[in-house]
């Protein structure tokens, strides 16, 4: 049976999460203990940072990655959620703190599809 272009599609977001997961992997043999965490927070979760051991990681469960776990990070990520939202300018400056300091500690953002 000839592949659709929805197989096709959806091969590629296979492989793409694939290769997420696979830089991952190799974050986590650069360093000796990585921890994982959302920047959105849908409840019923909370603002957390989990750590990473090489189990596996669905698609979307985790936005980036870092090294060690960080008051700073987390505490940016609880002040976002719990900021009322009024508009994008007001949340864009959160975010950008929140990216900010995932590049300050060396971390990797992870991107899915």
Do not use: C
């Not at 096709?8 to 997961?21: G, I, P, Q």
């Not at 469960?61 to 508009?87: C, G, N």
């Amino acid at each position: 049976m000839p592949a659709t272009p929805f197989d096709e599609h959806e091969a590629d977001h296979a492989a793409h999460n694939a290769r997420t997961r696979a830089r991952l992997a190799g974050y986590l043999a650069a360093h000796s203990h990585v921890w994982i965490g959302t920047i959105n927070i849908y409840p019923p979760a909370r603002g957390e940072l989990v750590a990473y051991t090489g189990q596996l990681v669905h698609s979307f469960e985790a936005d980036f990655a870092v090294p060690k776990p960080d008051p700073a990070l987390l505490r940016l990520i609880i002040e976002r959620d719990e900021a009322p939202y009024t508009s994008t300018t007001a949340d864009g400056p959160r975010i950008d703190a929140i990216f900010a300091r995932i590049e300050e500690l060396g971390g990797l953002i992870l991107t899915w599809r």
